[in-house]
């Protein structure tokens, strides 16, 4: 996998179960509308949406692998579209299941918007120093890190245009539907924790190759934050707004003179003040966050629910 992670419906607006449960075909026969073969609220099962990821996986090596081998970085594109958007998409259409829930297609608040940005500013520097930190144990290839280097680098605004499209808006669309769209939403039931860590490790996984084993855990981790504040938020968009703002922020620093001397050593740790500032930007997008309201199907959300008021009222006999 040749790019690096380095590589509408309104919130106030319920849906599904929470408009009544979903409605029945006409006539009264039938499984509900919006329903896939499994699934009691419009989403689908663990087991499928693991099944469906390892299919995509497949897919995406056995032919957008060849892709990108015979037509270079225009056949990287389109195999982030075709074997990744594309059968997300026709999983939600084909299976129907209720694509808002599914892929969270929910508008997130000004908070979680904010809260997201904070996080990502402040946990990529932090995911900087675990790479770094995982050097000392698997060191970086230089040739690895040159071929990285020759990528996200833009010598033309043109380039930097491009590589923008290919890098940054492409992969935060495509990967987010099937990553933190249909896996995290079809394994919800698992729990918080579960859930993001699973998430995170088959994002990392997703990005592994024979040459790049020093990339999971760096990915995973990266993963992980971004499946947390989907999850939180209840909205895909939060998630898409953050990797395009890491694998951007990565290329235009590749690309600007002041800063491309940061990925000339992979041996270099990141600058020791920074940390704490990051720690502390990171804490305020989880604080900003967690302002928000609780995320769906989460015991938090339930009691924070009104209750209806008992009837007091009295007939006359």
């Given at each position: 996998?040749?790019?690096?992670?380095?590589?509408?419906?309104?919130?106030?607006?319920?849906?599904?179960?929470?408009?009544?449960?979903?409605?029945?075909?006409?006539?009264?026969?039938?499984?509900?509308?919006?329903l896939?073969?499994?699934?009691?609220?419009?989403?689908?099962?663990?087991?499928i949406?693991?099944?469906?990821?390892?299919?995509?996986?497949?897919?995406?090596?056995?032919?957008?692998?060849?892709?990108?081998?015979?037509y270079g970085?225009?056949?990287?594109?389109?195999?982030?579209?075709?074997?990744?958007?594309?059968?997300?998409?026709?999983?939600?259409?084909?299976?129907?299941?209720?694509?808002?829930?599914?892929?969270?297609?929910?508008?997130?608040?000004?908070?979680?918007?904010?809260?997201?940005?904070?996080?990502?500013?402040?946990?990529?520097?932090?995911?900087w120093?675990?790479?770094?930190?995982?050097?000392?144990?698997?060191?970086?290839?230089?040739?690895?890190?040159?071929?990285?280097?020759?990528?996200?680098?833009?010598?033309?605004?043109?380039?930097?245009?491009?590589?923008?499209?290919?890098?940054?808006?492409?992969?935060?669309?495509?990967?987010?539907?099937?990553?933190?769209?249909?896996?995290?939403?079809?394994?919800?039931?698992?729990?918080?924790?579960?859930?993001?860590?699973?998430?995170?490790?088959?994002?990392?996984?997703?990005?592994?190759?024979?040459?790049?084993?020093?990339?999971?855990?760096p990915?995973?981790?990266?993963?992980?934050?971004i499946?947390?504040?989907?999850?939180?938020?209840?909205?895909?968009?939060v998630?898409?707004?953050?990797?395009?703002?890491?694998?951007?922020?990565?290329?235009?620093?590749?690309?600007?003179?002041?800063?491309?001397?940061?990925?000339?050593?992979?041996?270099?740790?990141?600058?020791?003040?920074?940390?704490?500032?990051?720690?502390?930007?990171?804490?305020?997008?989880?604080?900003?966050?967690?302002?928000?309201?609780?995320?769906?199907?989460?015991?938090?959300?339930?009691?924070?629910?009104?209750?209806?008021?008992?009837?007091?009222?009295?007939?006359?006999?």
């Amino acid at each position: 996998h040749a790019a690096p992670m380095i590589r509408f419906g309104s919130a106030s607006e319920p849906s599904g179960l929470e408009q009544g449960g979903p409605r029945r075909r006409a006539g009264g026969g039938g499984p509900p509308e919006g329903l896939g073969a499994s699934g009691t609220d419009g989403v689908p099962d663990p087991g499928i949406v693991v099944g469906f990821v390892a299919l995509v996986a497949a897919l995406f090596l056995l032919g957008g692998v060849p892709l990108q081998l015979r037509y270079g970085e225009r056949g990287l594109l389109a195999a982030q579209w075709l074997f990744l958007f594309v059968p997300a998409v026709a999983f939600v259409g084909l299976g129907r299941f209720d694509a808002a829930r599914t892929l969270s297609l929910r508008r997130p608040s000004a908070s979680a918007v904010a809260g997201s940005v904070a996080l990502i500013a402040g946990a990529v520097p932090l995911v900087w120093l675990l790479g770094w930190l995982q050097s000392f144990v698997l060191p970086v290839p230089g040739d690895v890190v040159e071929g990285l280097r020759e990528l996200v680098t833009a010598e033309s605004r043109g380039r930097l245009i491009w590589l923008l499209v290919l890098l940054a808006v492409s992969p935060a669309v495509c990967e987010e539907i099937v990553f933190r769209g249909v896996l995290l939403s079809g394994t919800r039931r698992l729990g918080p924790a579960r859930l993001v860590v699973l998430n995170g490790a088959v994002f990392g996984v997703f990005h592994l190759s024979f040459e790049t084993a020093i990339r999971f855990l760096p990915t995973a981790s990266l993963g992980i934050v971004i499946a947390w504040a989907v999850w939180r938020a209840g909205s895909l968009w939060v998630g898409v707004l953050m990797h395009l703002l890491n694998n951007g922020a990565i290329v235009v620093l590749a690309s600007a003179p002041a800063s491309s001397d940061l990925f000339a050593d992979p041996d270099a740790p990141p600058p020791l003040w920074l940390v704490p500032i990051a720690a502390t930007v990171l804490g305020i997008g989880v604080r900003l966050l967690r302002a928000g309201p609780p995320p769906e199907g989460s015991a938090s959300r339930e009691s924070h629910a009104p209750r209806p008021r008992p009837n007091t009222s009295f007939e006359a006999p």
